[in-house]
């Protein structure tokens, strides 16, 4: 079945900036979405399309793609980002829906 | 505005079913495709099925193809997810979700929680 893997963890400093990366044959095809989760609730997407963000999400999130490989950056990290960040996409045919294992960021 | 509610978790049996239900207000609910996604304990979120907003496509996930059967009922705006032949690695937050065309997963129920165990 399809996969899209990235780093279990991410470290910054606030102010910094954090990058966290997602890789998938599929992602040149298929649109990926990032999902910030923090302790016990449920998730919020942060960027869609690869590239385009929520109304409501502050302008520090962007979102990049080159080849295989999607970035989430956070720029000027906050303490309020530090969470848990989901990659999620489709495989090739667009059918089956995938989540990454999920990037902790800590900020420092 | 949108809500997606949850019921139906507990505490199951290995072996057993279990029905969950998303009740959805706030929007068109004939309108959206809706999924559900799982979060094991301590774990990464999980893809777990989808069903078009008409009824008429329906996909899972590996780990649940052949167990689990998603279903809709679009006259009482509600989701379910009938969950057969229960297994320790089920047990999990089960989420609804409803899919916004290439806007992704905009809204979220709050979780209900299965826990198989004997």
């Known amino acids: 079945s399809y996969e899209v893997t990235q780093p279990p963890s991410v470290s910054v400093s606030p102010g910094q900036t954090a990058r966290i990366t997602c890789s998938g044959d599929a992602l040149p095809k298929q649109y990926a979405y990032w999902y910030q989760q923090k302790s016990g609730l449920a998730p919020v997407v942060v960027i869609y399309k690869d590239t385009e963000r929520p109304s409501g999400i502050p302008e520090r999130f962007s979102g990049s793609i080159s080849g295989t490989t999607v970035t989430l950056t956070i720029s000027g990290v906050q303490a309020e980002d530090e969470a848990d960040y989901y990659c999620?996409?489709?495989?090739?045919?667009?059918?089956?829906?995938?989540f990454g294992g999920g990037t902790k960021l800590t900020v420092l | 505005q949108v809500q997606l509610v949850e019921s139906g978790g507990g505490v199951v049996q290995p072996g057993r079913s279990l029905r969950l239900s998303c009740a959805a207000s706030?929007?068109?609910?004939?309108?959206?495709?809706l999924h559900w996604v799982r979060q094991a304990p301590g774990k990464g979120l999980e893809w777990v099925a989808f069903m078009s907003y008409d009824g008429i496509n329906k996909y899972y996930a590996d780990s649940v193809k052949g167990r689990f059967t998603i279903s809709r009922d679009n006259s009482k705006n509600t989701l379910y997810l009938q969950m057969n032949s229960l297994r320790g690695d089920d047990t999990a937050v089960y989420y609804c979700?409803?899919?916004?065309?290439?806007?992704?997963?905009?809204?979220w129920g709050q979780g209900t929680l299965v826990t198989v165990s004997s």
């Open positions: 979700t409803r899919e916004a065309r290439d806007y992704g997963y905009d809204f």
């Open positions: 706030g929007f068109t609910f004939s309108s959206y495709s």
């Open positions: 999620q996409s489709a495989d090739s045919s667009g059918t089956y829906r995938v």
